[in-house]
């Protein structure tokens, strides 16, 4: 099954015009996208632990990259 | 270059945001390995190179809380060589450019090639990259100095303010356990302030910097006084950015042994071209 929030990150990154439309209409965009209401609620609700619990379990978040000082 | 053995690797970079920043060249060597390991830090991108084929495995798995880089950076080369000595083509994709900041890409290309296989690197989008897009900056437009935060702490560096100062992981600054596990601490950061402040004034502006990582947000450019920065909310992305003091004088005696001067150089960059 696929996570429709993940899709949606992925053409997001990838297609300037869906860019500038949620630029636009940041909400309005993600759910004509078909991004679940509780994504949409994470997203835009501004529980910022809850949405980071959410892009962690969906792959969302950053390593930590570091290279070791000489 | 010409090889003596049957294994290949190619070293490519899928850019900073999720996906979207991979070039084409990069997606067919993906596309065209028998292969792939990624190290990226989103699973999207992940699954994106996996759309590309089918056969590719992460070498994130090495990382470990507390385990240190140089053992994880040794373990990701042992794979990706042992894959390319059993006759495979490899391609081995990490995150932003491959060959800034990071350290296995260097070594895998090096060990390889000493023993007679096929390697090459593709360039990637970098944090650099973004960041010149970001913040408007231009690296030629006063000359550019691009440190590692802890590394310029630890060595007898000399800056020169004249020039844009990049200055990268500041959130760890002054670690030297290579764990991160004292980056919480903020004595380092402090430290490099007071070094900082060797060539600039305290209200000096300086810029805290984080690429987007993600689509779904904006990058992050907070500009603070240079005194201000023990008490900024950094990150492990958090990168330092140094406004330029602006250019240094002419240098008059080499502009004499050309025949030019000052007023002939002001002269020629006065000139404005005309926008259609």
């Known amino acids: ?70 | 270059m010409q090889s003596n053995q049957h294994g290949s690797l190619v070293v490519v970079g899928t850019g900073i945001s999720v996906a979207g920043q991979m070039t084409l060249i990069t997606q067919n060597h993906v596309r065209q390995a028998d292969i792939v390991y990624v190290a990226i830090p989103n699973k999207p991108g992940e699954a994106f190179i996996k759309q590309l084929n089918p056969n590719t495995h992460t070498l994130t798995d090495l990382y470990e809380l507390g385990k240190s880089r140089v053992q994880t950076y040794q373990d990701m080369c042992d794979r990706i060589i042992n894959s390319v000595e059993a006759g495979q083509k490899v391609c081995a994709a990490f995150y932003g450019h491959p060959g800034v900041f990071v350290n296995p890409s260097h070594r895998v290309i090096e060990v390889l090639k000493e023993r007679g296989f096929s390697v090459m690197m593709e360039p990637g989008i970098s944090a650099e990259d973004c960041l010149v897009a970001d913040l408007g900056i231009d690296p030629a437009a006063f000359g550019c100095q691009s440190y590692e935060a802890t590394q310029f702490l630890f060595r007898r560096y000399t800056l020169d303010p004249h020039m844009t100062q990049i200055i990268w992981q500041i959130w760890g600054v002054g670690d030297h356990t290579l764990t991160s596990t004292l980056a919480h601490e903020k004595r380092g950061l402090a430290a490099l302030v007071s070094a900082l402040s060797k060539y600039y004034p305290e209200d000096h502006p300086v810029i805290v910097y984080e690429a987007r990582t993600s689509p779904l947000f904006t990058s992050r450019i907070d500009e603070v006084k240079l005194a201000e920065l023990t008490s900024v909310q950094l990150s492990p992305i958090s990168t330092l950015v140094i406004p330029s003091l602006g250019l240094p004088d002419f240098d008059h005696e080499t502009l004499d042994s050309l025949g030019i001067t000052a007023e002939d150089i002001q002269h020629h960059l006065s000139i404005k071209q005309p926008v259609n």
Not at chain 1, 4 to 17: C, G, R, S
Not at chain 1, 18 to 26: G, I, R, S, T
Not at chain 1, 53 to 70: E, Y
Request: a negative charge; glycine letters at 8%; aromatic letters at 8%.
């Open chain 1, 1 to 70: 099954m696929t996570d429709k929030l993940v899709d949606f990150v992925n053409a997001l990154d990838q297609d300037p015009a869906l860019q500038a439309q949620y630029k636009e209409d940041p909400r309005g965009t993600a759910e004509s996208f078909g991004v679940s209401d509780e994504d949409l609620s994470l997203l835009f609700g501004g529980n910022t632990e809850a949405l980071q619990q959410r892009l962690d379990m969906a792959g969302l978040s950053s390593i930590v990259w570091v290279q070791h000082a000489k």
